[in-house]
């Protein structure tokens, strides 16, 4: 069918030209849909509706007459003919309709961005909201494009960071993931040739007085949460769960200060995350090693992230 032919080769063309640009946002480098890819996909899903609107209006309109004769039976529509153009118009509508208010339903783009010290990355429109896959250098052996089979038993490519401790992250590789890759690939190897080697000494023993020497305090399940919850310098995450985003979006109140990564919190501190243009109020729930911060939501006790130290803040009058 020459149409759908057409349309088929209209879609791929949608999907691979001009859809990846490479912009700068501060020291990060994002690949993210470019403007010239939503425009051709969002002119393409209209034209997809204009051929609906055809299909299903010829599936519902009497059969056209000839001119001094009468229609054969050839030259008129079946009732199964007419029930397969409404449905393949109804088809291509849906298609259509989706392609023309992707960029209204996923206000974000789909993107790779390459930060030094880590990746975030969203390979599928449901992760633009702001559940982002984000990869941290400190934990990354090397990252590849490879062949894996998908769930249908298809050959599919996909962007596979191997991880120190043997295992691997793997996201769907679209055009922004191909992209990306040598930048991934040179900011890693820049990342691991700055990366301080870690030394550990033993201290030295000087002469002590036995009977001046002081009890060590017994370790309590409180202190021993507290010594492993000192937050990290870094504010990446950790690649054992998916980074729930809460981007600040609106300007900081004056009585609020952002956290830093060198910010003392505590477990059961209070600090604010900005949601749908407003401020609201979490509860810490813990500290973690990589420089996250667990957060359960108030307003939402069904609610815990782990959530970066950037999209935070903490109310001055407690700062430390």
């Known amino acids: 069918m020459p149409s759908l032919r057409l349309i088929l080769t209209g879609f791929a063309i949608t999907l691979v030209v001009g859809c990846t640009e490479m912009v700068t946002e501060g020291d990060a480098k994002v690949f993210q849909t470019s403007s010239v890819g939503a425009t051709i996909r ?23 007459k000839p001119k001094n004769r ?26 259509g309709l989706f392609l023309a ?13 390459v930060y030094p010290d880590r990746v975030e990355m969203a390979s599928t ?15 990354v052996a090397s990252v590849e494009i490879r062949d894996e089979i998908n769930t249908v038993g ?28 040598q930048t991934i690939q040179d900011t890693l190897a820049t ?25 060590p305090a017994r ?34 109140p004056g009585d609020q200060s952002p956290v830093l990564p060198d910010t003392v919190v505590n477990v059961g501190e209070k600090l604010n995350a900005c949601y749908a243009g407003r401020w609201h109020k979490v509860t810490v729930v813990a500290v973690n090693s990589d420089g996250t911060i667990t ?3 108030d307003s939402w006790p069904t609610y815990t992230y782990h959530m970066l130290r950037e999209d935070l803040t903490l109310d001055k009058s407690n700062a430390q």
């Open 42 to 64: 969002t002119v393409f899903g209209l034209v997809l509706i204009v051929l609906a609107g055809v299909a299903i209006a010829g599936s519902l309109l009497p059969d056209r």
């Open 70 to 95: 009468q229609a054969t039976a050839k030259e008129k529509l079946t009732s199964g003919q007419r029930m397969g153009l409404a449905l393949f118009g109804f088809a291509i509508g849906m298609v």
């Open 101 to 113: 208010s992707i960029s209204l339903i996923f206000p974000h783009k789909l993107h790779v961005s």
């Open 125 to 139: 429109f449901s992760q633009t909201g702001g559940n982002e896959v984000v990869v941290p250098f400190s934990n």
């Open 154 to 181: 298809k050959s599919k490519k996909h962007l596979v960071f191997s991880m120190k401790g043997g295992g691997e992250i793997k996201a769907a590789a679209g055009n922004n993931e191909l992209q990306s890759l």
């Open 191 to 215: 990342y691991k040739s700055q990366a301080p080697a870690v030394t550990r000494r033993r201290p030295a023993r000087g002469p002590v007085d036995v009977k001046a020497r002081p009890q």
């Open 219 to 252: 370790q309590t399940p409180e202190s021993k949460e507290t010594a492993e919850t000192k937050p990290a310098a870094s504010s990446a995450p950790a690649p054992t769960y998916t980074l729930k985003r809460y981007p600040i979006k609106i300007p900081i």
């Open 295 to 297: 957060c359960n939501w």
